[in-house]
């Protein structure tokens, strides 16, 4: 869901006690990188750890320098400058292939801008000995970064959700006006969260049409801050989350009346036919029946004590020569009836 920086190496082989110094060759770093999320700088890398693997620790160092400081650094100058921010001891690591991730908080307010943030990761065994350090992991952070959306609401339609959202006019380091040139939006679903928008947002407001009626939705948004010199939204910078929105879609939204009605009398007794209704929650029928057209809703009589499956009815409890009324309501899984249909009427022949 979030931007994470990746910051992969594999340790492998058998770390003895005592030992050498880990080799640099042992480390096999694929790639080195850090992206800001909101104020923080997400640190993760995939580590493999067996039960051979005598490791006491993973030291995480971070150096944070002016933004013109030359980008090449010796590890030497590196080792004398940086300072352990997190140490991540051997028991919190799961054997065999995982990901490691660390979340480093960013003070916007008072921070010092124009800085840039190096790190860099080594691990120590049980017998004190260090490992090289990892490559470097470099990024100058967005301190003019927009604050999360705030006041988000659920509009509900019965094949939409509208989640919209009032903009943030100031940035955390609170200035103004906001640098927010998008959004996205997430929702949480009991474990899963995930980005529901396929392209950044421009307007505060998004379409949440792939949802199920009953079902508990956490939604957040996020704003979208362009660093100096970006122009494309899938480049830009995350905010925090937004206050969780918590919304359970409710179905309140009836079928829509049978129709057309079809009646005959025969053999003492009235049909009546109609199509099955379109809805695919529909559960069944109600049949009604009075003998004065003109009757009030609650003076009809409900013919049928269950809902009615099928889209045919005969009335057997009948007299012949008699006139009677019928009106049809279609009634979904969730209780909603329709409106009632229009009115059909007959006489029962012998």
């Known amino acids: 869901m979030s931007p994470i920086l990746l910051v992969f190496f594999t340790a492998c082989g058998k770390i003895g006690d005592p030992l050498p110094p880990i080799p640099r060759s042992r480390l096999n770093v694929e790639e080195l990188s850090v992206e800001q999320q909101g104020t923080q700088l997400i640190l993760s890398f995939p580590f493999t750890r067996t039960t051979r693997t005598r490791l006491e620790r993973v030291d995480i160092y971070r150096l944070i320098e002016p933004s013109s400081a ?33 979340n480093d908080e960013l003070d916007l307010k008072t921070g010092q801008r124009n800085s840039r943030y190096r790190y860099a990761v080594r691990m120590i065994n049980t017998a004190g000995q260090a490992a090289d350090f990892s490559n470097y992991a470099v990024i100058t952070p967005l301190f003019n970064l927009a604050l999360p959306p705030a006041s988000l609401q659920a509009r ?79 480049a830009a910078i995350e905010s925090n989350d937004s206050a969780p929105l918590t919304h359970t879609p409710k179905d309140t939204f009836p079928p ?61 409890r009948v007299q012949v020569g008699k006139r009677y009324f ?19 009427s007959e006489t029962v022949a012998p």
Do not use: C
């Open 326 to 344: 019928y009106q049809i309501t279609a009634v979904d899984v969730y209780g909603n009836e329709s409106a009632r249909s229009e009115t059909v």
């Open 156 to 234: 509900q339609r019965e094949t939409q959700i509208e989640i919209v959202w009032d903009q943030p006019t100031s940035n955390v380091n609170e200035t103004a006006p906001a640098n927010v040139a998008g959004y996205n939006v997430y929702r949480r679903e009991g474990e899963s969260v995930s980005r529901i928008n396929p392209e950044p947002l421009r307007e505060p407001s998004f379409i949440d049409r792939n949802f199920q009626f009953g079902a508990n939705y956490q939604y957040i948004v996020r704003s979208l801050s362009l660093p100096p010199g970006v122009a494309s939204l899938n």
């Open 70 to 102: 030359p980008m090449g650094l010796p590890v030497e100058s590196y080792s004398q400058q940086a300072h352990v921010i997190h140490s991540i001891a051997s028991g919190q690591i799961p054997l065999n292939n995982s990901r490691i991730t660390y």
């Open 256 to 316: 829509a009346a049978p129709k057309p009605i079809t009646i005959a009398s025969i053999n003492s007794l009235v049909s009546l036919f109609w199509p099955l209704n379109a809805e695919p929650d529909v559960a069944g029928y109600n049949i009604y029946r009075a003998e004065d057209e003109n009757a009030t809703p609650e003076k009809w009589i409900k013919l049928n004590p269950e809902l009615y499956k099928t889209a045919s009815f005969r009335d057997e």
